[in-house]
C-alpha cells in the first residue's frame, strides 16, 4: 500500500498561554502530549506530512506554549485541531518556568473539549516514569480517551522492541500495546490517520444519530 499523501490542511491557528488564548473547539481535537523531548513535535510534522510546521528542536522544553493547528486530510473530510502541548519532566529550565508549563498542560485537560484524543508519546528506550504514570491515571479520572505512543522506533531493532513495548504496556496499565511511531521513517503514521478518521467517523455518526 502507498503512503498517504500529507493533510490537505494543515495550518497553525494559534499558540496559547492559557485557557482564556484555547480557540473554540472544531469536530474533535487530537493532542499530543508527553515528557520533553519525547518527539511530540516531530510526531506532529511527519504524521502530516509537514517538514517544519511544529518546531523541533535538541534543546528539550523548547515548546512552551500550546500550539494548536487545523488540520483536514481531505477536502471532503471535516477539520479537526491538533494541539503540541509543552513537555514535561526534564526540560532544562528553571524549575519555575517547569512548573507553569505543567499548569499550562492541566489546564488544558481540565477544559471541557468535545471529542478529544489524547496521544501520550514515550521514547520507546523508556520505562514508565512517575510521570507518565501520572498523566494516564490523570486522563483516566478526566475520562479523556487515549493511546500510548511509543516514539523514536528506528532506535530499536524488531527484536528488542517487544519486551520494551510490555514494559511500558504493563508499567502503565494499558489494555493494548503502545503504537510505535518514527518521525525518521513514517512508521505508525497511518495507524495515526486511521485514528484521526475513526474520531471524524464517529463525529459524523453523532450528528445523523
Ligand atoms: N531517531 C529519532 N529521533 C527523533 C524522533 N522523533 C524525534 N526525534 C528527535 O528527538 C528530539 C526531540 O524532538 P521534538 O520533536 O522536538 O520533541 P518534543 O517532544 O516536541 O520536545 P519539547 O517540545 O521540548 O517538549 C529531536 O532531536 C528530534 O530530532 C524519531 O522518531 N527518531
Ligand atoms: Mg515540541
Redesign the pocket.
Same mark, same amino acid.
Not at 54 to 64: I, L, M, Y
Not at 84 to 87: A, F, I, K, V, Y
Given at each position: 500500500m502507498s503512503p498517504s499523501p500529507p493533510a490537505f490542511l494543515a495550518d497553525f491557528v494559534t499558540s496559547a498561554a492559557d485557557s482564556q488564548g484555547f480557540p473554540p473547539p472544531l469536530a474533535f481535537e487530537v493532542a499530543?502530549l508527553?515528557?520533553?523531548?519525547?518527539?511530540?513535535?516531530?510526531?506532529?510534522?511527519?504524521w502530516l506530512g509537514r517538514k517544519a510546521l511544529?518546531?523541533?528542536?535538541?534543546?528539550?522544553?523548547?515548546?512552551?506554549l500550546i500550539n494548536f493547528f487545523k488540520v483536514a486530510w481531505t477536502k471532503e473530510e471535516p477539520p479537526f485541531y491538533a494541539a &503540541?502541548?509543552?513537555?514535561y519532566g526534564f526540560?532544562v529550565a528553571p524549575k519555575a518556568m517547569v512548573a507553569s508549563w505543567e499548569a499550562l498542560v492541566r489546564a488544558y485537560l481540565g477544559v471541557e473539549r468535545p471529542n478529544r484524543l489524547a496521544l501520550v508519546?514515550m521514547d520507546i528506550r523508556r520505562e514508565p516514569q512517575v510521570e507518565e504514570i501520572n498523566l494516564c491515571q490523570w486522563l483516566r479520572d478526566l475520562a479523556i480517551t487515549f493511546r500510548l505512543v511509543a516514539?523514536?522506533? &528506528?532506535?530499536l531493532s524488531f527484536g528488542a522492541r517487544s519486551r520494551r513495548l510490555s514494559l511500558i504496556q504493563k508499567g502503565l496499565g494499558l489494555a493494548e500495546p503502545p503504537l510505535v511511531?518514527?518521525?525518521?521513517?513514517g512508521e505508525g503514521r497511518e495507524e495515526l490517520i486511521a485514528l484521526a478518521r475513526e474520531m471524524a467517523r464517529r463525529d459524523l455518526e453523532k450528528q445523523i444519530l
Open positions: 499530543v508527553g515528557r520533553s523531548n519525547s518527539g511530540k513535535s516531530s510526531l506532529l510534522n511527519r511544529a518546531r523541533v528542536s535538541k534543546t528539550p522544553g523548547r515548546t512552551r &503540541d502541548l509543552p513537555g526540560a508519546l516514539t523514536k522506533g &528506528d532506535k511511531f518514527s518521525s525518521l521513517t
